[in-house]
């Protein structure tokens, strides 16, 4: 399946036409819709987890990929078959072909997903939502038993707009009419939005609370006033994952209302989930952290993580971001907290030329900024400035953190000596 030529075309039509020309697989399933900023994936694998562990057969729809188109579908956990992944496309494929206007690479994607859930007839379907919210292909889902946002922040100001205000009004179309939302703590004109969105369709929002307990390398433990005094405890790696955390938390609580689930098997479900490239450990000499963060927001989320004393380290950075991102302003948030930086190009067409972001960066004095174009060699620097009892952090793209990734399963990418 190749339509990325398309690129993004924000709107329904399109979607609605693949979906009816597939039977309207959307209109067979229970979902719970992720939007927001930053945070979606993290939230939606935590929900997906809880409710696996709570006995619901449980589909579970993210963006972006590693590296592999087929690790955004999975169903109680694990990825299509490769032979029903096939059959799904092709059948995705020959609908989208008959289009009078031909579907996005992620509208079509989006009906693999929601084919393969309803002809699996999981219990529940968790989507995150592409980008924005009104016009996210995700958004064709009729009224959610659940729909969750995440903190909003600036992003993608090209599609949704220039302001905070602006984007939020974008996300919060994803609120329907009468439906239940979970709301994480938001700036206030992002608030602002979603208060009026849902005052104007009738719908009720939850704004959970917690309370960090501790967060160290083993992960973070929380706990939400209203859940019954209950413990919620996640192994992804950040004080900022509480937030998520109790996001799912909430959710779940609403979710299970009036019904007999076991929360012991909840909570323990929700406690294993994992998250590929947020905060996420690459062991080895050096060792390495590569984290996803692709937008300003996500960058300070991550300099606030670095300051913990788990993840406190002279960590020799490697960075690369997308042609649509502030890369300088991201990369200066973390300066405090880094030894060395070398600037590199994500994989893809839209990854970011590093001579040009060197040239937008004003580093102090005791930090220089080599540029090495090829991730893997990029890399290679890094260890070799770390040492064996050194730390390398890979960041500034989903894309790059994915390519960091196989660099790193590959013992022969990592040569510090």
């Keep these: 399946m190749d339509r990325q030529r398309f690129g993004i075309r924000p709107g329904l039509a399109r979607t609605a036409d693949l979906m009816a020309r597939l039977g309207h697989p959307e209109r067979r399933l229970r979902v719970v819709h ?29 963006s972006p990929d ?15 078959p490769d032979g029903e ?22 509208e079509c994607l989006t009906a693999v997903a929601l084919l393969a859930f309803a002809d699996r007839r999981v219990a529940v379907a968790v989507l995150e939502v592409g980008l924005g ?42 609120i329907k009419p009468g439906g239940r939302v979970v709301v994480a703590p938001q700036a206030p004109l992002a608030r602002a939005e979603v208060v009026r969105r849902a005052r104007e369709v009738g719908a009720v929002l939850r704004w959970p609370a917690h309370r960090v307990l501790w967060s160290d390398a083993s992960g973070v433990t929380i706990a939400v006033p209203g859940l019954a005094g209950r413990v919620w405890r996640t192994k992804l790696l950040g004080r900022h994952q509480g937030g998520n955390l109790a996001v799912a938390a909430t959710a779940l609580g609403w979710l299970g209302e009036g019904l007999d689930w076991d929360w012991d098997a909840i909570g323990a479900g929700v406690a294993q989930a994992d998250w590929p490239a947020r905060l996420e450990v690459l062991p080895g000499r050096p060792l390495g952290l590569v984290d996803g963060a692709h937008n300003l927001h996500a960058a300070h989320a991550l300099a606030k993580a670095l300051a913990e004393p788990h993840l406190t380290r002279p960590w020799h950075l490697v960075w690369g971001t997308l042609t649509d991102k502030p890369s300088a302003a991201m990369l200066r948030a973390l300066v405090p907290r880094v030894a060395s ?15 040009v972001i060197r040239q937008q960066l004003r580093l102090p004095g005791r930090l220089d900024a080599a540029v090495v174009d090829r991730v893997p060699e990029a890399i290679r620097l890094a260890a070799r400035r770390a040492g064996p009892s050194g730390a390398v952090l890979v960041a500034g793209s989903l894309a790059l953190a994915g390519e960091a990734r196989q660099c790193w399963s590959q013992a022969a990418a990592i040569d510090p000596l």
């Design 34 to 62: 992720v939007a927001g900023t930053n945070g979606k994936g993290s939230t939606a694998v935590l929900i997906a987890a809880g409710l696996r562990a709570a006995g619901l057969k449980t589909g579970l729809y993210t």
């Design 66 to 80: 590693l590296g592999n188109l087929a690790e955004r579908v999975q169903v109680d956990g694990a990825l299509l």
């Design 85 to 106: 992944w096939r059959a799904l496309a092709r059948r995705v494929e020959a609908a989208a072909e008959a289009a009078p206007d031909p579907p996005t690479l992620f």
């Design 133 to 174: 919210g009104t016009f996210d292909a995700t958004n064709i889902v009729p009224v959610p038993a659940l729909t969750v946002l995440t903190p909003i922040a600036v992003d993608h100001q090209e599609v949704l707009g220039s302001t905070v205000a602006a984007i939020a009004r974008d996300k919060a179309g994803v």
């Design 341 to 355: 930086v070398v600037l590199t190009r994500p994989p893809g067409p839209r990854g970011q030329d590093p001579a």
